[in-house]
């Protein structure tokens, strides 16, 4: 009988902190963050908007979300709970977070496909990251070939220019974040079987 009431006081107390504990199950997928951004500033950032993750995930909208975000994010620089991370970083991390989500959400048809196709069009590039070629020259190399299934006689400029005079055919936002999901696990794969 103790045992029995023991059992059930245990339990109560352990819902009602469940119910009561924010529990963020939405993780900021890596794909989306800044090619400049480090993996404790993403954990910082996914820690705070969590919340406002989950809220995407589950189709909210994007305005009141991406606001409510910035300003946890805000408030927790300025009382120095980000380890010394600053805002402009962090704020950069969530709102890619956030807006790609919600595109992911608003076409899953689209992200699909380019998963299948770009797993196929850039399988050479994402095997030689596999097996340890540099990350950042396959990204460029995948770009190029993004670029290039638009406009089959784009190359590359051989010198540094200014952003607002590159040629580069539009492709959609999409692809982009596929293609980096693909390489950045493709990595992954590498570091972890080192």
């Known amino acids: 009988m103790k045992h029995n009431k023991l059992f059930t006081a ?12 924010p529990a963020y199950a939405a993780t900021i997928p890596r794909e989306t963050a800044p090619i400049n951004a480090t993996e404790e500033q993403i954990q910082i950032v996914e820690n705070l908007i969590g919340g406002c993750l989950d809220e995407i995930n589950a189709g909210a909208g994007y305005g009141m979300l991406a606001s409510e975000a910035d300003t946890k994010i805000y408030k ?13 970083i962090l704020s950069a991390i ?24 770009l797993r196929v069009q850039l399988a050479d590039i994402i095997t030689a990251v596999g097996n340890g070629a540099n990350y950042d020259i396959s990204l460029d190399n995948a770009y190029t070939r993004l ?44 570091l972890q079987n080192q």
């Open 76 to 88: 927790a620089v300025l009382s120095d709970q980000t380890n010394g991370n600053g805002y402009a």
């Open 147 to 190: 670029y290039q299934s638009v406009n089959p006689s784009y190359t590359p400029p051989t010198e540094r220019q200014d952003f607002c005079y590159l040629d580069i055919p539009a492709v959609d936002n999409a692809a982009y974040t596929v293609a980096r999901k693909l390489l950045i696990n493709a990595h992954n794969y590498y």
């Open 10 to 21: 245990v339990l109560t107390v352990a819902m009602s902190a469940a119910i009561t504990a």
């Open 94 to 117: 969530s709102q890619n977070a956030l807006r790609i989500c919600r595109d992911m959400y608003m076409r899953p048809d689209t992200y699909a496909y380019y998963e299948e196709t």
